[in-house]
């Protein structure tokens, strides 16, 4: 039993500080995954522009609702973050952004730009369809 504990023990989170940049990373795993819930859901909106105007309309209403445009919020800020992540990555892919004060700047510039970016594409939509 003496032999067990002179064995080295693995980092794990308590030995690291948190930081916006262990956040992005563990937000792009996390967006990745909602992005694959989101195709389904989109895929079911195009069944229903298939199957035919009663159908499409009754797809229609469910994300007309209070919870289907904060579901279509949450995907277009998942799209977002997800993106502005993934060109994060291409950068530290060549070397780039190591340095821990650009690291995380980058890592807060994707939460910036994703919030920006999905609320402008929100305002333009509302703007199409005439509401503002």
């Not at 990373?25 to 009663?54: C, E, K, Y």
């Amino acid at each position: 039993m003496a032999q067990a504990n002179k064995r080295p023990l693995s980092p794990h989170l308590s030995v690291y500080s948190w930081g916006a940049h262990m956040l992005v990373s563990i937000l792009h795993r996390a967006t990745g995954s909602a992005l694959a819930f989101g195709m389904v859901l989109l895929t079911w909106w195009l069944v229903a522009l298939a199957g035919g105007p009663d159908y499409f309309n009754l797809v229609n209403g469910y994300a007309s609702t209070v919870l289907g445009r904060l579901v279509l919020f949450g995907l277009t800020f998942a799209l977002m973050q997800h993106t502005a992540s993934g060109i994060r990555h291409l950068f530290m892919d060549t070397g780039k952004l190591y340095d821990l004060k650009a690291n995380t700047n980058s890592a807060l510039l994707t939460f910036v730009f994703s919030l920006i970016a999905t609320v402008a594409i929100w305002v333009a939509a509302y703007k199409v369809m005439g509401v503002l």
